[in-house]
């Protein structure tokens, strides 16, 4: 089930997006762009974005994802995105103002 969300994921932040607009009228902005990490208890060889990094809890034995988060100005969510677990946010940032 998650699978099949995940793969909608770009349509539904864009539908979530477009609704706040419809509803609020908010103006374009981005307060807050955050990346943190999660580790997998197995090997993670399922999946290609699982990397050894530097991990936020000093797991250092165990492959990571990276969480890209960026937010506007009253606390929405403006776009999410997973990341390969061996990036640093300044890798990402022109990744992300782009989209």
């Not at 089930?1 to 909608?8: C, E, G, P």
């Not at 990094?53 to 990276?66: C, Q």
């Not at 929405?76 to 940032?93: A, R, Y």
Request: hydrophobic share 35%; aromatic share 10%.
């Amino acid at each position: 089930m998650a699978d099949r969300l995940y793969s909608k994921k770009d349509a539904l932040e864009e539908w979530l997006y477009q609704r706040e607009q419809t509803l609020f009228s908010l103006p374009e902005s981005i307060i807050l762009y955050d990346l943190t990490n999660t580790f997998f208890e197995g090997t993670g060889k399922f999946n290609d974005k699982a990397k050894y990094g530097r991990s936020k809890e000093k797991r250092s034995d165990a492959p990571l994802v990276t969480l890209g988060l960026v937010l506007d100005g009253d606390g929405f969510v403006k776009k999410s995105k997973v990341l390969p677990g061996n990036i640093s946010e300044p890798g990402t940032l022109s990744d992300i103002l782009e989209n």
